[in-house]
């Protein structure tokens, strides 16, 4: 059975400071998806990997994927209030298949204070 | 282009009622899914359906059933409704092969 972990479950940052969400998964798969969840809001994609050191950047965010070591990281830096919300990683369990069934971890609440 | 729609937004249940949560997308995409998400946990899949015509169960699929109406809609349907099922719906669907998937605005409902 896949497992998705991540950690940390809760973080708390200061403004301007750097950190990394890491995101384990317990079997074969080459596509990961991260997604942002604001409270009471529906999640919204932030990144696709799909490839063995595959590396999305957007803005302060930035996302890689170590498939053998079936690990994927989001890395924050300098930190703002509007990043607050919680992150999701999500891993393909059917990949090449006819349709891709995604586990998700169970996500990380990310809180930055000023 | 409204992506991923939901109805309704909210519904409170008593035990034992029915209902159908309905989905749809305007994205011509294949596959559409039914996912709920409680306090503390990601997302676990209920069913999902990689085409037209076809559906599947998921990791918790217990206490519900689907339909695949048509390329654009995916319904959710309780037919009796329990206490554990209070929970916030949400339907997404994808492109394959680029598999991402888009989410609607969620379903917030309470079985009392």
């Known amino acids: 059975e896949l497992k998705v972990e991540q950690n940390p479950l809760f973080l708390s940052m200061q403004e301007g400071k750097n950190y990394t969400i890491y995101c384990n998964y317990s079997?074969?798969?080459?596509?990961l998806y991260w997604y942002r969840q604001d409270p009471g809001k529906s999640l919204e994609s932030l990144f696709v990997?799909?490839?063995?050191?595959a590396v999305k950047q957007e803005g302060r965010l930035m996302a890689s994927l170590d498939t053998k070591a079936r690990l994927s990281t989001l890395h924050i830096t300098a930190a703002v209030h509007d990043l607050s919300a919680t992150y999701f990683c999500?891993?393909?369990?059917?990949?090449?298949?006819?349709?891709?069934?995604?586990?998700f971890g169970t996500g990380t609440l990310l809180a930055v204070q000023p | 282009n409204a992506g991923v729609t939901q109805t309704p937004k909210f519904q409170v249940l008593k035990t034992g009622q029915s209902m159908t949560l309905q989905c749809a997308q305007d994205?011509?995409?294949?596959?559409m899914y039914w996912y709920r998400q409680d306090p503390g946990m990601g997302l676990r899949l209920i069913y999902y359906?990689?085409?037209?015509?076809?559906?599947d169960k998921g990791e918790v699929p217990n206490g519900y059933n689907v339909s695949r109406l048509n390329k654009r809609e995916f319904s959710l349907r309780l037919e009796s409704a329990a206490p554990s099922q209070t929970s916030v719906y949400f339907c997404?669907?994808?492109?394959?092969?680029?598999?991402?998937?888009?989410f609607g605005p969620g379903t917030r409902l309470t079985v009392l």
């Open positions: 994205m011509n995409h294949n596959s």
């Open positions: 990997l799909l490839s063995n050191g």
């Open positions: 079997t074969t798969s080459d596509r």
């Open positions: 359906s990689a085409s037209e015509g076809t559906t």
């Open positions: 997404a669907s994808s492109l394959i092969p680029y598999n991402e998937q888009f």
């Open positions: 999500a891993v393909d369990t059917r990949y090449g298949g006819a349709t891709n069934k995604l586990i």
